[in-house]
T-cell receptor
């Protein structure tokens, strides 16, 4: 049983197209994330949702729009794809830590990644 | 702001060699510290963590100690194996922010 799954695993498309990447977690977590990993392996958070509510929105072009239909799913839709969008996109989930204890932090579980190639 | 700096790779070692991957951090509060590992073609997975100063995280023969005085969380292993070849990420996080800040990753290659 896969804990965090993403589809598709590979996505090759032309510039200007619109595409979506889906993510599902079966861990019962209440927080989900999208990360972008570039060719040098640098990992940058893009979005975070907690119980379907957006809580982190880093400086990401508004061509990227996350959608969370329920707390087990966080999909990423990308409009007007550009060459620079080529990367590996990772979904992750975690159970929110105890905010009353600043050292309480729960592990993030990552999906296998979606390699997006824009031609 | 908060940040994580780790040694640049790639690091190439022979099997059974001693490993150290340096990691230092800058933090405005009291974060938890993590090492994540990414094996080829896979997502990241938590290797170990430490939640407060002087804590030592350990797993699969890897260790790291949360050093507040030197703001460091260096990863060590006494005897590496070929199967340890991967990219290692140092990271920090706060429960109040639901966000992890990752270092740039260090690629480790182990020769048989």
């Amino acid at each position: 049983d896969t804990a965090v799954s993403q589809t598709p695993k590979y996505l090759v498309t032309q510039m200007g197209n619109d595409k979506s990447i889906k993510c599902e977690q079966n861990l019962g977590h209440d927080t989900m994330y999208w990360y972008k990993q570039d060719s040098k392996k640098f990992l940058k958070i893009m979005f975070s949702y907690n119980n379907k509510e957006l809580i982190i929105n880093e400086t990401v072009p508004n061509r990227f729009s996350p959608k969370s239909p329920d707390k087990a799913h966080l999909n990423l839709h990308i409009n007007s794809l550009e060459l620079g969008d080529s990367a590996v996109y990772f979904c992750a989930s975690s159970q929110e830590g105890d905010r009353d204890h600043q050292n309480s932090y729960n592990e993030q579980f990552f999906g296998p990644g979606t390699r997006l190639t824009v031609l | 702001g908060d940040s994580v700096t780790q040694m640049e790779g790639p690091v190439t070692l022979s099997e059974e060699a001693f490993l150290t991957i340096n990691c230092t951090y800058t933090a405005t509060g009291y974060p938890s510290l993590f090492w994540y590992v990414q094996y080829p073609g896979e997502g990241l997975q938590l290797l170990l963590k430490a939640t407060k100063a002087d804590d030592k995280g350990s797993n699969k023969g890897f260790e790291a100690t949360y050093r507040k005085e030197t703001t460091s969380f260096h990863l060590e292993k006494g005897s590496v194996q070929v199967s340890d070849s991967a990219v290692y990420f140092c990271a920090l996080g706060y429960s109040s922010a639901s966000k992890i800040i990752f270092g740039s990753g260090t690629r480790l290659s182990i020769r048989p």
